[in-house]
């Protein structure tokens, strides 16, 4: 079946760093990719959303870039910020099935 | 636009007790979804609706029984509370299915004494 996978369930950095969060996913489907992001006692909230293979969409200085021959959506940002502390969730959808798949998720902590 | 209001923002329930989660869409989204959150962690699918009087199950339905009786609303009962149900409890709605942009309510806490 259709699965997601997040490998880090924790990435601390210190403000001003880059940041690569990793996502892979496997579908027989025509993959539509998400990254959602969830602040402190809020509600998850899109971040970024692709289906186009190999072309780059960015949203609030976040970027990632669907690679479909190698099944990965992985979120990228040139240069933290204290603001970017947050649960980032991956996710795969698709036309043929109402049920979207989440990754576990991955806490980013940046430090001062 | 359009908003998703879960009520009530608290549940405080008894171990055993069958306990009632709300959730009102106005966006006129066909599809909605209930996802359980434990602290911090992963959204897990409970139930789905495609459509008015549809219901999928999710990887977590067992438990817990769904309604979705208007297009614009979706229920979620606990069927018999238990004490490690403590969590935070997501509608969200999208206009079609999974290829289309979630929108989640503020969630619903519910703690079992």
């Known amino acids: 079946g259709d699965s997601v996978t997040q490998t880090e369930g924790l990435v601390t950095l210190t403000k001003g760093l880059p940041v690569m969060l990793n996502c892979t996913y496997q579908?027989?489907?025509?993959?539509?990719l998400f990254w959602y992001v969830q602040h402190l006692n809020e509600a998850p909230k899109l971040l970024l959303k692709s289906s186009t293979d190999n072309k780059r969409t960015e949203h609030q200085g976040f970027y990632a870039t669907l690679h479909k021959s190698s099944s990965s959506f992985h979120l990228q940002k040139s240069s933290v910020q204290l603001s970017d502390s947050a649960l980032y969730f991956c996710?795969?959808?698709?036309?043929?099935?109402?049920?979207?798949?989440f990754g576990q998720g991955t806490k980013l902590s940046i430090k001062p | 636009g359009g908003i998703i209001t879960q009520t009530p923002k608290f549940l405080i329930g008894q171990e055993g007790q069958k306990l009632t989660l709300k959730c009102q869409q106005n966006?006129?989204?066909?599809?909605m979804y209930w996802y359980r959150q434990d602290s911090g962690k992963g959204l897990r699918l409970i139930y789905y609706?495609?459509?008015?009087?549809?219901?999928q199950k999710g990887d977590l339905s067992e438990g817990y029984d769904a309604s979705r009786e208007k297009k614009s609303s979706f229920s979620l009962t606990v069927t018999s509370a238990q004490k490690n149900e403590m969590a935070v409890f997501l509608c969200?709605?999208?206009?079609?299915?999974?290829?289309?942009?979630?929108?989640f309510g503020s969630g619903t806490r519910l703690t079992v004494l």
């Open positions: 579908t027989t489907y025509s993959p539509f």
């Open positions: 609706s495609i459509t008015e009087n549809d219901l």
């Open positions: 996710a795969l959808g698709n036309y043929n099935q109402g049920k979207l798949i």
């Open positions: 969200a709605s999208s206009i079609q299915g999974s290829a289309e942009t979630l929108y």
């Open positions: 966006f006129n989204h066909d599809t």
